[in-house]
Each structure stands twice: as structure tokens, then as C-alpha cells.
């Protein structure tokens, strides 16, 4: 069964950092780009960052630009999202889902998701 599956969100204290994972089960992640997407209470949900499937292409939405960094690791079916800085404003449930392209992430060709896991930052 092809799953998706988040982990490293919690409460952390603004300027701190978290590292989100996302691990892949029933298939492999390197033949895919993927994207991570947030969304906060009551907004719509928001494309924060993608990685093509070799790794050589990154892409950060002006609202994480410098602060997050996007990274994989295809022989653990692993990709990472260091967040650094954090800031209130980066409160939400993390996902992350498989791309059909690259260029096309993380506006379309989103296929797969995983179900989420809750970052929240606060003093």
C-alpha cells in the first residue's frame, strides 16, 4: 500500500527549529518530486516547498525563502524540511505529497499526501 507518512512536528518556541520528515512506505520516493504544504487555522492551505526527484532543483515560497531548507535522502525513502527561525505565523499541520513534475509543484500534479503532522510555535 503506497503511504506517506509525516513526523517531527511539535511545539517549539519562536527562533527555535524543527526538522520534519517524510517517509515513504510501498514505493520509492526518488522517482518522484515532492512538495511540502502547510496549512494554518483557518486558512486555505498553503505549497511551501518542493524538491525535484534527483534533488538538483529546489523550490521556496517567498513566506519560508531562507529559513527552510528542503532536502532528500532517496536510500532512506526519505525527504527532509529543516525549519529554522521559526515564527508564529508558521503554525499549522505540515503534508507533504508526490509531484507528477517538477515545474509543476507545488501549484498542480499533486498525487499522493500523507496526513499531516502539527507544528505549533508559540511562547
Known amino acids: 500500500q503506497l503511504q506517506l507518512v509525516e513526523s517531527g512536528g511539535g511545539l517549539v518556541r519562536p527562533g527555535n527549529s524543527l526538522r520534519l520528515s517524510c517517509t515513504a512506505s510501498g514505493f520509492t520516493l526518488d522517482d518522484y518530486t515532492i512538495g511540502w504544504f502547510r496549512q494554518a487555522p483557518g486558512k486555505d492551505r498553503e505549497g511551501i516547498s518542493c524538491i525535484s526527484s534527483s534533488g538538483g532543483s529546489t523550490y521556496y515560497a517567498d513566506s519560508v525563502k531562507g529559513r527552510f531548507t528542503i532536502s532528500r535522502d532517496n536510500a532512506k525513502n526519505t525527504v527532509y524540511l529543516q525549519m529554522n527561525s521559526l515564527k508564529p505565523e508558521d503554525t499549522g499541520v505540515y503534508s507533504c505529497?508526490?509531484?507528477?513534475?517538477?515545474?509543476?509543484?507545488?501549484?498542480?500534479?499533486?498525487?499522493?499526501w500523507g496526513k499531516g503532522t502539527r507544528v505549533t510555535v508559540s511562547s
Open positions: 505529497a508526490t509531484g507528477v513534475l517538477f515545474r509543476l509543484c507545488p501549484y498542480y500534479g499533486m498525487e499522493h
